[in-house]
Structures are given as structure tokens and as C-alpha cells.
């Protein structure tokens, strides 16, 4: 009779093996990215690059369970290091037609891709792509809300306690839009706490509303205006919160994959305590310490399928009466089963050079 209990335990848990799905998929993505700021006051000049080598596969038991397990692994060319970083993905996923839910350790860009440089600045999407808490949305495209919490800081005797909570969304009807973006970024104490030090905080919220278009024939452009607004404290020394707010507008076109993102600020000047507290409080673009900043983004995509992206970007950023050149190459090269291959291999003059 125990050993009938026993052939039968093992069968169940042989049905329960055998019943999953398994996916599995690794991705690489090369960051060139050279920054000529050395006429800024607010932020340094540099070269960032990288390549990061993302192995992962993927454990589902219907069509909306999963977990996700992965590395991350950060090679920075020419440094004496093997590993610059290393980096896990590890996260459950429920998702359906109309709603997502995720939680663990998994890519910003995959669940934040509608944040831009005024939040998130480069260097942070390039050598710190992952978010480790919560992601929860309803909707998808152009109709959507959700609501996040990224834990970035354990508490330690050398590191502050320290998180993100964020609201975003978008309607959409017909060619008109609104959306909104946000995050409040809570900095507290270390663990035992530092004589001296307080909790400060800095939120950010952006509002706007405008129009977008995508013709059969290649051309997408959109137009949109609003308002970027928010506050920056320091709960022990400021008895009163610093409220920042600014016009914002963003005019973006592409047509046969060359194009154009635009982004304007102007108001009060942001980050107000940037030298006090500098990257540990602010995430955003420091050209933000300005009363006006306009970014302009030129790109051509080079190779756009299925598997491989390659785009180049330059970029204009007009501060402090000057202007500033970035120029950007990024690469990615993905293959495996996690997602389903559904994005056309799209035809560009230029890529007869790759042939």
C-alpha cells in the first residue's frame, strides 16, 4: 500500500513537471552613448558605453501564469573588469488582453517605456535598466492606467532607505490624446541613522494633451503641450515645500524610419537640491536646473525586425543659451521563444549598405 502511495505521488508530480511550458530567450544590448556637455554648468561631459548580455527563460502553467528568472550581465569594453555588474531578472507575471501585473525584479523599459529624459535620465537607463517591486496596469496602447512601486535603497549603515511610487495613463480618441506621468522619489535615513541627516523627497507629474497620427505609408508624427509640475523638500530643514511647475511641449515625426523627438521645458527651476543631495535624490535630466531646456532628438533605425534593432541618434540640447551634442548608437539583438515574433521585418533604403 506505501508503495502504491508513492508510485502515485510520483506520477502527480511528473503530470505537474511535465504540464508547464517552458520558454526561454537571450538578448543583448550594446549602449554607445557620448555626451559633449562640456560647456554646461549643470551636468559633466562624458562617453557611456556598454554591452549587457540578458539570459532568461520563463516558466508558464496556462496562457496568463509565469515566472521569469534571468541575469543580467553589464561588460563595459576596455575596463580590466570582467563583469562591471551583475544584475538578476526575477519576477511573476499574470497578463491578459487587458490588464498586466508584475512583481519581483524585471526591465523599466518594458513597463515604463512611456517616461521620458525629464524623469529618467540616460546614464540611469543605461547602467541601471532594471526596477525590483510592483507594476500593476489596465489597459494597453493608447488607453491605459497603472500604478508602480519601485524599491531602489535598502536601509544599511551605507545605504538610505530609499523608493519610487508612480501613477501613469493615456486616453485616447480618435487622433486626440492626454497622458500623464509621475513618481514621488522618497529618500530616508540609513539604518542605524546618521546624526544630521532628514527624510527629503521629490516629486514630478506631467500633464499633457494633443494629437497623433499614423498614416499606411510610414509617416507617424504626434503634438501635444501641457504642464510639468511637483515638489522638492528637505523635511528637516524646509518648513515649506519648493513647487516647481513649467510649460512643457513635445512635437515628434518619423517618416521611412528617419526622425524627430522634441521636448520643451520652461518655468522654475528644478532640483533645487541637487547640490546638497545631487543623484541620490534626482533621476531626471539635470538640464532641468534651468528655467528652459529644449532637447532635440534626430534618429535613423538602421535595421528594424523581428530580432535585431540598430538606431543612431544625434542630439541638440539648447541650455544656458548654449547648445550641447550627444550622439547615441544602440544595438539589440534578441533570440528565443518568450514572445510570440510578431513585428515585420521593415524595408529602409539604407539597408541595401548591410546586404
Known amino acids: 500500500?506505501?508503495?502504491?502511495?508513492?508510485?502515485?505521488?510520483?506520477?502527480?508530480?511528473?503530470?505537474?513537471?511535465?504540464?508547464?511550458?517552458?520558454?526561454?530567450?537571450?538578448?543583448?544590448?550594446?549602449?554607445?552613448?557620448?555626451?559633449?556637455?562640456?560647456?554646461?554648468?549643470?551636468?559633466?561631459?562624458?562617453?557611456?558605453?556598454?554591452?549587457?548580455?540578458?539570459?532568461?527563460?520563463?516558466?508558464?502553467?496556462?496562457?496568463?501564469?509565469?515566472?521569469?528568472?534571468?541575469?543580467?550581465?553589464?561588460?563595459?569594453?576596455?575596463?580590466?573588469?570582467?563583469?562591471?555588474?551583475?544584475?538578476?531578472?526575477?519576477?511573476?507575471?499574470?497578463?491578459?488582453?487587458?490588464?498586466?501585473?508584475?512583481?519581483?525584479?524585471?526591465?523599466?523599459?518594458?513597463?515604463?517605456?512611456?517616461?521620458?529624459?525629464?524623469?529618467?535620465?540616460?546614464?540611469?537607463?543605461?547602467?541601471?535598466?532594471?526596477?525590483?517591486?510592483?507594476?500593476?496596469?489596465?489597459?494597453?496602447?493608447?488607453?491605459?492606467?497603472?500604478?508602480?512601486?519601485?524599491?531602489?535603497?535598502?536601509?544599511?549603515?551605507?545605504?538610505?532607505?530609499?523608493?519610487?511610487?508612480?501613477?501613469?495613463?493615456?486616453?485616447?480618441?480618435?487622433?486626440f490624446f492626454a497622458d500623464m506621468q509621475s513618481y514621488m522619489f522618497h529618500r530616508a535615513l540609513t539604518k542605524p541613522a546618521i546624526e544630521g541627516e532628514g527624510v527629503s523627497e521629490n516629486l514630478q507629474m506631467q500633464i499633457m494633451a494633443g494629437a497623433e497620427y499614423e498614416s499606411e505609408k510610414g509617416f507617424k508624427g504626434s503634438i501635444a503641450a501641457g504642464s510639468l509640475m511637483g515638489y522638492e523638500r528637505d523635511r528637516r530643514f524646509d518648513e515649506e515645500l519648493y513647487k516647481p511647475v513649467g510649460f512643457t511641449a513635445r512635437l515628434n515625426a518619423e517618416y521611412w524610419g528617419v526622425g524627430t523627438k522634441n521636448s520643451l521645458y520652461v518655468g522654475d527651476s528644478k532640483m533645487r537640491l541637487y547640490d546638497k543631495f545631487g543623484d541620490q535624490l534626482y533621476w531626471g535630466s539635470q538640464f532641468l536646473r534651468g528655467k528652459s531646456y529644449l532637447k532635440s532628438e534626430w534618429y535613423v533605425k538602421i535595421i528594424e525586425n523581428s530580432t535585431v534593432n540598430v538606431n543612431f541618434n544625434f542630439n541638440m540640447h539648447f541650455s544656458e543659451r548654449k547648445v550641447h551634442l550627444q550622439q547615441v548608437l544602440s544595438v539589440t539583438a534578441s533570440i528565443g521563444n518568450i514572445k510570440p515574433r510578431q513585428k515585420r521585418d521593415t524595408s529602409y533604403p539604407w539597408k541595401n549598405i548591410f546586404k
Open 1 to 175: 500500500m506505501k508503495n502504491i502511495k508513492v508510485l502515485f505521488f510520483f506520477i502527480l508530480c511528473s503530470t505537474a513537471i511535465y504540464s508547464q511550458n517552458y520558454h526561454w530567450g537571450l538578448d543583448l544590448d550594446y549602449f554607445f552613448d557620448n555626451t559633449e556637455y562640456d560647456k554646461s554648468s549643470y551636468i559633466d561631459a562624458g562617453t557611456m558605453h556598454g554591452v549587457w548580455l540578458n539570459p532568461e527563460g520563463v516558466i508558464s502553467w496556462d496562457k496568463v501564469n509565469s515566472i521569469n528568472v534571468g541575469v543580467n550581465l553589464l561588460l563595459i569594453p576596455g575596463n580590466k573588469k570582467t563583469l562591471e555588474k551583475v544584475d538578476l531578472t526575477i519576477y511573476y507575471q499574470f497578463e491578459t488582453d487587458k490588464s498586466m501585473f508584475r512583481v519581483g525584479a524585471f526591465p523599466r523599459k518594458e513597463v515604463l517605456g512611456n517616461y521620458d529624459t525629464f524623469f529618467f535620465k540616460d546614464s540611469v537607463n543605461n547602467y541601471s535598466p532594471q526596477m525590483q517591486g510592483v507594476f500593476w496596469q489596465l489597459g494597453k496602447d493608447r488607453n491605459f492606467v497603472n500604478a508602480w512601486m519601485d524599491w531602489t535603497g535598502s536601509a544599511s549603515r551605507q545605504v538610505n532607505e530609499n523608493f519610487f511610487i508612480g501613477f501613469s495613463g493615456k486616453v485616447s480618441r480618435g487622433i
